[in-house]
């Protein structure tokens, strides 16, 4: 938002004679100075969705950056950001200012739980129960165990779910669903639903209820409604309308010239003849467009030099994604209806609820190839080849699979985490990753909280990781 700066050139007859006091200049009319629910709304949703996707992007290899790599390219990972609560204080006040608005107490859950759920899956434990609380009186808040958090976060989904009403009228301040409650509402249990399958490592070893709680809302779908399709996507839209409002990186020098598709992932999918890869890349340079051969990424495990040194014939990250002459590009997708009908193929597979696994495996791949306007027929042939039908092989594995090639430039660290959690696909390594070879697991906790709340800090890390305060340890959460 720009800053509106105004000038007062006042006369010395004006300051003689004027009748008004002088703070009636201190208030620009033109710049809100009250926080309303509609503008904590906007400001949240802002905050919560357009994210710039090129870090995780680097760090789930989709995408490899060869010149001055930060960390999420080299695996060199420090610390963490507690910004989060930054959010949460928002989200607090917009349920502090809308407490006879039952939709804005419903997504404000929504919200917390998104807030909360990106920074346990970051670090591991984190405060949760008295987080917000201790500002008031000046406690330092205890940290609250990762188990715990997320039968929080799950009651407060469920919350969210019940309190939202299509009879309690439209949401204002809304830019991502138009103020459409009924979309929210599906969201809201979507988001749940990857929030379960997050679980996966824990279920059946938790006092969290994972395969009931996925069944409950599987089973119910008059209570617990789900997206239908690409419409009810949780994304942002970009405009031409606002300069502000353009993708997140358009025009950025150092991602048009310098940032390649990573080579195991274009490898991936050619072998499957994935027409995705022609609205994810460019061609070699000087080569037709449009012919899988003529497309090749850049080995991330390589040195920065060496990486460079073979950059000049690979596939750099397509035009479109950062063309500042049209910078509207794709909507910025939170959680996708191709991420649900994932979520609930795996469930299926893993045994958690019964139905048609391959109907919502195929729904999946229909959704994210219908995002890149790729016809009908091109998408049949492709379910039908021996790295995509599920008749043969792991089919897990080719579920998370095509999960994985669907988050490309979109779900923030989703793909990242979901790798975390299930090793597909296996990620490269090498000297230019460092790390001693390793992908990390965790970000370490932030610096200020070794100096405000030391001994709460110190109590959770030694709860939970041995070895120390390092990226490499594992959370409760993957264990």
Partial sequence: MKKIVIIL??????????????????????????ATPALLMTYICQNIFNNNPINAAY??????????????VNYNWNRGSYAGYDGLRQVQQLQELSVDNQNLQGIAHLFRAIYFSQMTETFGDIPYAGALQAEDDGRTPLYDKQEDIYIGLLQELEDANNLLDEANGPVDGDIVFGGNVSKWKKFINAFRLRLLIHLSRRAGDSAIDVQEQFQRIIQDPTKYPLMSGIDDNAQLEFNNSDPSNYYPTAGHLSVSTLVSLEKSFVEMLQLRKDPRLFAFADPIAGMTAGVFSNYKGVDAGLSPADQQATAAQSSLIAR?????????????????????????????????????????YQNGVRASMAF?????????????????DLSGGDALTKILTQ?????????????????RRTGVPSLRVGPGTLNGGQVPKRWQYPLAESQYNEDNLDAAIKRQYPEGDNVNATMWLIK
């Avoid at 760090?59 to 999420?72: D, F, G, I, N, V």
């Avoid at 890149?372 to 995509?388: K, M, R, T, W």
């Avoid at 490309?408 to 979901?418: D, I, T, V």
């Fill in 9 to 34: 050139t006042i006369s010395l007859t004006a300051l003689i004679s004027g009748c008004k006091k002088f703070d009636y200049y201190q208030d620009n009319p033109n710049k809100p100075t009250k």
């Fill in 372 to 388: 890149y306007q790729i016809n009908d027929e091109a998408v049949d042939s492709y379910l039908q080849g021996d790295e995509v």
């Fill in 320 to 360: 479109r994604y950062v063309d500042l002459l049209n910078p509207v590009n794709e909507p910025m997708i939170f959680l996708s209806y191709a991420e649900q009908e994932f979520l609930i193929a795996e469930a299926i597979q893993r045994g958690w609820i019964t139905g048609d696994r391959n109907t919502h």
């Fill in 59 to 72: 760090a789930s290899r989709h995408l490899t950056y060869y010149e001055r790599p930060s960390e999420s």
């Fill in 403 to 419: 999960k994985y090639i669907a988050f490309y430039m979109n779900s923030g660290w989703e793909p990242f985490l979901e790798q």
